[in-house]
């Protein structure tokens, strides 16, 4: 599967941005998605994912009660919207599949088998 994320950009703190990942390819609806983000300097860390069925979605702590993540299937797509953002949600946002199939759901970087290309997301202070 290939995964094409989009919908990054400069925002001020306290604005919204919402992520698109556009997958192409079979099997989309049985895979785990996940979003990490990547600051300058900093480790990839996992942000927001959600289960292959959309009715369980898991949050970093730094990101929870402002991130939501979301999918449809019928559109081989998943989403992010970002409110009140913060300067250290600055980084480089990937969205990630996991077609393991396994449950339950994986946090990891080294867990996930596809991933998208990245988009940035700078928010000023």
């Known amino acids: 599967v290939q995964l094409q994320a989009s919908g990054g950009g400069l925002v001020q703190a306290g604005g919204s941005l919402r992520l698109s990942c556009a997958a192409s390819?079979?099997?989309?609806?049985?895979?785990?998605m996940a979003w990490f983000r990547q600051a300058p300097g900093k480790e990839r860390e996992f942000a927001a994912g959600?289960?292959?069925?959309?009715?369980?979605?898991y949050y970093a702590d730094s990101v929870e009660g402002r991130f939501t993540v979301s999918r449809d299937n019928a559109k081989d797509t998943v989403f992010l919207q970002m409110n009140s953002l913060k300067p250290e949600d600055t980084a480089v946002y990937y969205c990630?599949?996991?077609?393991?199939?396994?449950?339950?759901?994986?946090?990891?970087?080294?867990?996930?088998?596809?991933w998208g290309q990245g988009t940035e997301v700078t928010v000023s202070s």
């Open positions: 390819g079979r099997d989309f609806s049985t895979y785990d």
């Open positions: 990630a599949a996991d077609s393991s199939e396994v449950v339950p759901f994986l946090f990891s970087v080294d867990e996930y088998d596809y």
């Open positions: 959600i289960d292959w069925s959309g009715g369980n979605t």
